[in-house]
């Protein structure tokens, strides 16, 4: 007569598996199989295990000699199934991915489930769980740029060094500047805010024409030096060096990293008293060092 192995229990395995037994939104079939393991830990045989919980000696057997050789793991998920999948739906996926990835739709900038779905001849949830799975996602576009300086990274790492380890006795301003700022009015005073409204303002607005916003982060303290000006010039970027020298103690050795434009490389520019020397350190960003 064969004998039912015994099962010894640790006192996590006792109490998770007593949760999983109690559990109101544990599935059904965990429930059943952290049944059988407790009571084949007290010792009960399989056929009074089956009997008690209403199933057959066989998903006895299966569970206790599941748990005996794989624990916890082996009750918790199930083992994989046999069979291979059909041909025609791995050759459908196949030609749902070569599709979204390497043909244009006509007359559209992006495959849709649906539009992709009346091309192949399919349905378009059977699209989106293949998009899903293998993480497509044709309607977002992200833009990028290679830089063709071939002393890109070791200008990259100029820059990224004066952000994470600025050097003692100094301070590192990231400067850029915001141009054509619409400043706007609206034509009536907004309606005093109260219980149960809002804060109001008016649809239609009058133009006080524009204005540019010259600023410096100052990325140790995370505090920002600004100003605005009426024009974009060379004359209004050096007004705003100046407002940052006179800020800046004297002490301290003056770090600025700021953008490529043509204002920033004006000759008059370049002949700041603080500013030594310029490195284009990317693309769009040199640094100047004091």
Same mark, same amino acid.
């Given at each position: 007569?064969?004998? $039912?192995? &015994? *099962?010894?229990?640790?006192?996590?395995?006792?109490?998770?598996?007593?949760?999983? +037994?109690? %559990?109101?939104?544990?599935?059904? #079939?965990?429930?059943? #199989? +952290?049944? *059988?393991?407790?009571?084949?830990?007290?010792?009960?045989?399989?056929?009074? *295990? $089956?009997?008690?919980l209403a199933t057959s000696r066989q998903t006895v057997g299966l569970w206790r000699h599941r748990f005996l050789t794989q624990r916890l793991a082996g009750l918790a998920q199930d083992a994989p199934r046999g069979g291979r999948p059909p041909k025609p739906r791995q050759a459908l996926i196949a030609r749902i991915l070569q599709?979204?990835?390497? =043909?244009?739709? !006509?007359? $559209?900038?992006?495959? &849709?489930?649906r539009t992709l779905a009346r091309y192949l %001849?399919?349905?378009?949830? /059977? =699209?989106?769980?293949v998009w899903i799975?293998? %993480?497509?996602?044709?309607?977002? =576009?992200?833009? /990028?740029?290679? &830089?063709?300086? !071939?002393? /890109?990274?070791?200008?990259?790492?100029?820059?990224? %060094?004066?952000?994470?380890? !600025?050097?003692?006795?100094?301070v590192v301003l990231c400067v850029d500047e915001k141009s054509q700022i619409q400043a706007l009015d609206r034509t009536q005073p907004g309606l005093p805010l109260k219980k149960g409204r809002c804060g109001t303002l008016t649809h239609d607005y009058k133009r006080h024409g524009t204005t540019t916003l010259f600023a410096a982060l100052?990325? +140790?303290?995370? &505090? =920002?030096?600004?100003?605005?000006?009426?024009?974009?010039?060379?004359?209004?970027?050096?007004? /705003?060096?100046?407002? *940052?020298d006179d800020r800046v103690p004297q002490d301290k050795a003056l770090h600025l990293i700021a953008d490529n434009y043509a204002t920033h490389k004006h000759p008059v520019v370049q002949r700041c008293s603080r500013a030594t020397h310029v490195c284009t350190c990317t693309s769009s960003r040199p640094v100047v060092r004091g």
């Open positions: 007569m064969r004998i $039912a192995p &015994s *099962i010894q229990l640790t006192d996590p395995e006792r109490q998770q598996l007593a949760q999983w +037994a109690r %559990g109101r939104r544990t599935p059904a #079939r965990l429930v059943l #199989r +952290a049944k *059988i393991a407790l009571f084949a830990a007290e010792g009960h045989d399989n056929q009074h *295990i $089956a009997a008690a599709t979204t990835t390497q =043909v244009a739709p !006509p007359a $559209a900038t992006h495959w &849709s489930t %001849g399919t349905n378009s949830a /059977f =699209v989106q769980r799975a293998h %993480g497509l996602q044709p309607h977002r =576009v992200r833009t /990028f740029k290679l &830089s063709q300086d !071939p002393h /890109f990274q070791d200008k990259l790492e100029d820059v990224v %060094g004066l952000y994470l380890h !600025p050097p003692e006795h100094a100052n990325v +140790a303290e995370g &505090s =920002v030096l600004s100003t605005c000006a009426p024009r974009h010039r060379h004359q209004e970027w050096l007004k /705003f060096l100046r407002l *940052i």
